[in-house]
């Protein structure tokens, strides 16, 4: 039986910088994806499939905030989910939480080349994509402090700026614009609606993987949870709203930059505000991709720290204390997905990845609350077992309904899944035994190494 440790992450981040890295991990989504909603369920349509999942983001924040206190890990729902399920629990759980945010960057990217090409038609939306990829990871490699700091300052501008936006285009909302043809496809566009819903809060589970570089992180995950979700709830409805009372909303419902589009029609193209807008628009969706690239590469840190992905990415950078080589092999998914993908389908692969982790999380709550009642529990679940339930109904209901309607995106996260399965059993990890001091401190036995 052989011992191996790793080195740890630095303790260096505060109520404030989680704050930051909550909302900035999300609010990209506020700026674009959600808007794909409109296109398959109208504004009320996709009004209503808004409230249900955010109230599906309440419960499971308040219940997922239980674990990451009680099990302040890197590895997020991996560690949750290994802890209650073992091994293969912990695969599906890193596995989805790997497509959620490795999938969630290049769709970022992606607006954010669209952004750029609206401010100029010459500038290649895919070009600039890779090019804010490679700016990105090398930010991330220099330091979390760093990082987490830019996020905050970026964070900040953002907010301003979506709440300049709704200062903007409110005078002009027009209640006969939100309400025409608000249903098109009927109830069934409401499901169809969901994941694009979840665009709007998606990745705010991230917080959970620099759990392990938060100071006194039982009292400063909570606050920074809560807080982050109550600033998205109010900027999501505010947006959606009014964005879709200012025209046709059909006008606005397949671009990658419905928000400068928006005030375009306010203001009019030729405003060189509409152009100051767009260019400050870029503040949010950098937020968000330098986010989900901290979080990525803490997801696949842990993993691989774990021995369910090969142990170079777990090495730490002895300069700048950052997984260098996670963040790096973060960066060439993402290269891949934006060379042969599309928008809309890797928001669907990313929120699908997001569903199962959440439902993965909620399962294991319930499996620890039975198997460890002493686990330490700073924070507990409000109405216990009501919200884990309610967020665990809802997460069901949302994954049949993506399955139901992209079926072959459904196909080929699950057999990725399989492949995964079939590795790790022929690698013989299945056999991978973690301390139980593993899940708060980074020390994991490998007894199949001398079998």
Same mark, same amino acid.
């Given at each position: 039986?052989?011992?191996?440790?790793?080195?740890?992450?630095?303790?260096?981040?505060?109520?404030?910088?989680?704050?930051?890295?909550?909302?900035?991990?999300?609010?990209?989504?506020?700026?674009?994806?959600?808007?794909?909603?409109?296109?398959?369920?109208?504004?009320?349509?996709?009004?209503?499939?808004?409230?249900?999942?955010?109230?599906?983001?309440?419960?499971?924040?308040?219940?997922?905030?239980?674990?990451?206190?009680?099990?302040?890990?890197?590895?997020?729902?991996?560690?949750?989910?290994?802890?209650?399920?073992?091994?293969?629990?912990?695969?599906?759980?890193?596995?989805?939480?790997?497509?959620?945010?490795?999938?969630?960057?290049?769709?970022?990217?992606?607006?954010?080349?669209?952004?750029?090409?609206?401010?100029?038609?010459?500038?290649? @939306? $895919?070009?600039? %994509?890779?090019? *804010?990829?490679?700016? /990105?990871?090398? =930010?991330?490699?220099? #330091?979390?402090?760093? &990082?987490?700091?830019?996020?905050?300052?970026?964070?900040?501008?953002?907010?301003?700026?979506?709440?300049?936006?709704?200062?903007?285009?409110?005078?002009?909302?027009?209640?006969?614009?939100?309400?025409?043809?608000?249903?098109?496809?009927?109830?069934?566009?409401?499901?169809?609606?969901?994941?694009?819903?979840?665009?709007?809060?998606?990745?705010?589970?991230?917080?959970?993987?620099?759990?392990?570089?938060?100071?006194?992180?039982?009292?400063?995950?909570?606050?920074?949870?809560?807080?982050?979700?109550?600033?998205?709830?109010?900027?999501?409805?505010?947006?959606?709203?009014?964005?879709?009372?200012?025209?046709?909303?059909?006008?606005?419902?397949?671009?990658?930059?419905?928000?400068?589009?928006?005030?375009?029609? @306010? $203001?009019?193209? %030729?405003?060189? *505000?509409?152009?100051? /807008?767009?260019? =400050?628009?870029?503040? #949010?969706?950098?937020? &968000?991709?330098?986010?989900?690239?901290?979080?990525?590469?803490?997801?696949?840190?842990?993993?691989?720290?774990?021995?369910?992905?090969?142990?170079?990415?777990?090495?730490?950078?002895?300069?700048?204390?950052?997984?260098?080589?996670?963040?790096?092999?973060?960066?060439?998914?993402?290269?891949?997905?934006?060379?042969?993908?599309?928008?809309?389908?890797?928001?669907?692969?990313?929120?699908?990845?997001?569903?199962?982790?959440?439902?993965?999380?909620?399962?294991?709550?319930?499996?620890?609350?039975?198997?460890?009642?002493?686990?330490?529990?700073?924070?507990?679940?409000?109405?216990?077992?009501?919200?884990?339930?309610?967020?665990?109904?809802?997460?069901?209901?949302?994954?049949?309904?993506?399955?139901?309607?992209?079926?072959?995106?459904?196909?080929?996260? *699950?057999?990725?899944?399989?492949?995964? =399965?079939?590795?790790?059993?022929?690698?013989?990890?299945?056999?991978?035994?973690?301390?139980?001091?593993?899940?708060?401190?980074?020390?994991?036995?490998?007894?199949?190494?001398?079998?």
């Amino acid at each position: 039986m052989a011992t191996i440790k790793t080195e740890q992450l630095k303790r260096v981040l505060k109520p404030i910088h989680l704050w930051a890295i909550a909302v900035s991990l999300v609010i990209s989504g506020e700026y674009f994806g959600w808007n794909l909603g409109w296109g398959v369920s109208g504004t009320v349509g996709f009004l209503l499939a808004t409230v249900i999942i955010t109230v599906m983001y309440i419960t499971f924040i308040f219940s997922y905030t239980e674990l990451t206190t009680s099990i302040p890990h890197a590895g997020g729902a991996f560690a949750y989910a290994y802890r209650a399920l073992g091994p293969f629990g912990g695969l599906l759980a890193g596995y989805a939480t790997l497509i959620d945010f490795l999938f969630a960057t290049p769709a970022i990217a992606f607006a954010l080349g669209a952004y750029l090409h609206f401010l100029d038609p010459d500038i290649p @939306v $895919l070009y600039s %994509a890779l090019f *804010f990829n490679v700016v /990105f990871i090398v =930010i991330n490699i220099l #330091g979390v402090k760093e &990082s987490a700091t830019f996020s905050l300052i970026i964070t900040i501008l953002a907010v301003a700026e979506l709440l300049l936006f709704l200062g903007i285009v409110s005078p002009h909302f027009k209640a006969d614009n939100f309400l025409s043809n608000p249903m098109p496809f009927g109830y069934a566009g409401i499901f169809a609606a969901l994941p694009y819903a979840v665009w709007f809060y998606l990745a705010i589970e991230g917080v959970a993987m620099v759990a392990e570089e938060v100071k006194d992180p039982k009292r400063n995950i909570p606050k920074g949870y809560i807080s982050g979700l109550a600033t998205l709830i109010f900027l999501a409805f505010g947006v959606m709203i009014f964005t879709g009372g200012i025209t046709d909303w059909r006008k606005l419902s397949n671009l990658d930059y419905p928000l400068p589009e928006a005030i375009s029609i @306010v $203001l009019g193209k %030729a405003s060189s *505000f509409t152009k100051i /807008f767009a260019s =400050i628009g870029l503040f #949010g969706l950098i937020a &968000s991709f330098h986010g989900t690239i901290l979080a990525s590469s803490r997801q696949v840190f842990a993993m691989a720290r774990s021995g369910y992905l090969p142990s170079v990415l777990s090495k730490v950078n002895h300069k700048f204390k950052t997984p260098h080589w996670a963040i790096i092999a973060g960066g060439f998914i993402s290269f891949i997905a934006l060379y042969t993908g599309t928008t809309d389908k890797i928001v669907i692969m990313s929120v699908m990845g997001a569903i199962c982790m959440y439902m993965m999380s909620m399962i294991s709550l319930f499996i620890l609350r039975k198997k460890e009642p002493g686990l330490e529990r700073p924070f507990t679940a409000p109405f216990y077992p009501l919200f884990p339930a309610t967020a665990l109904l809802i997460s069901a209901v949302t994954l049949i309904t993506m399955i139901y309607f992209n079926f072959m995106l459904s196909l080929m996260f *699950f057999a990725g899944l399989a492949m995964a =399965i079939a590795l790790f059993i022929l690698m013989g990890k299945h056999k991978l035994k973690l301390v139980e001091e593993f899940m708060i401190s980074p020390v994991i036995i490998n007894d199949y190494t001398n079998k």
